[in-house]
């Protein structure tokens, strides 16, 4: 009885050790579906962020539309409707203040583009145990180089004189 225990528990290691075809076939293909989804989910993550910054642009045309700016297209000195923003030539707003309008747009929708960049890499990490181990790696590495860098250039000289004059001093 013991006999046959060992011989189950033998031959059932065996299996496990020694994957069959399928087994090693349907392993092959997770790793190719796990890192398909991976890559549908970033592409997914940058479509809805170009999507809300596309709503945002719509919101900001419309709001102009509704102040009254652009009663008469003619009268447009300068045109830019992926920004939101057009002035008229009688426009009574400060050019100052265009510029900053301008600038949080665009402000907006690169932080929005930088937070779908860092959440796609994020759920890499999440699911990738071999990134997560090299990422560790790599933020070690650099705290140690900046640590060197640190200590490195932080020696105080004796002398009280600029580089510049100690290296004409050189040839004094």
């Known amino acids: ?65 509704e102040e009254g700016k652009s009663t008469n297209m003619n009268n447009a000195t300068s045109s830019d409707l992926e920004l939101g923003t057009w002035g008229l030539s009688s426009s009574k707003l400060n050019p100052v203040q265009d510029k900053i309008r301008s600038g949080k747009l665009q402000l907006g929708s690169m932080i929005k583009q930088l937070d779908a960049i860092f959440l796609a890499g994020a759920i890499f990490l999440r699911r990738n145990a071999t990134a997560k181990v090299w990422s560790l790696v790599y933020l070690i590495c650099l705290h140690f180089w900046v640590i060197y860098i640190l200590m490195s250039h932080s020696r105080p000289s004796d002398e009280k004189r600029s580089g510049a004059v100690m290296s004409l001093g050189k040839y004094q």
């Open 1 to 65: 009885m013991a006999r046959q225990l060992e011989a189950s528990i033998e031959l059932t290691g065996k299996a496990v050790e020694d994957p069959t075809e399928v087994e090693v076939e349907l392993k092959r293909r997770l790793g190719q579906l796990t890192d398909h989804l991976i890559q549908k989910q970033a592409q997914v993550e940058a479509l809805s962020s170009e999507k809300s910054t596309l709503s945002f642009r719509i919101e900001a045309v419309s709001r102009m539309l």
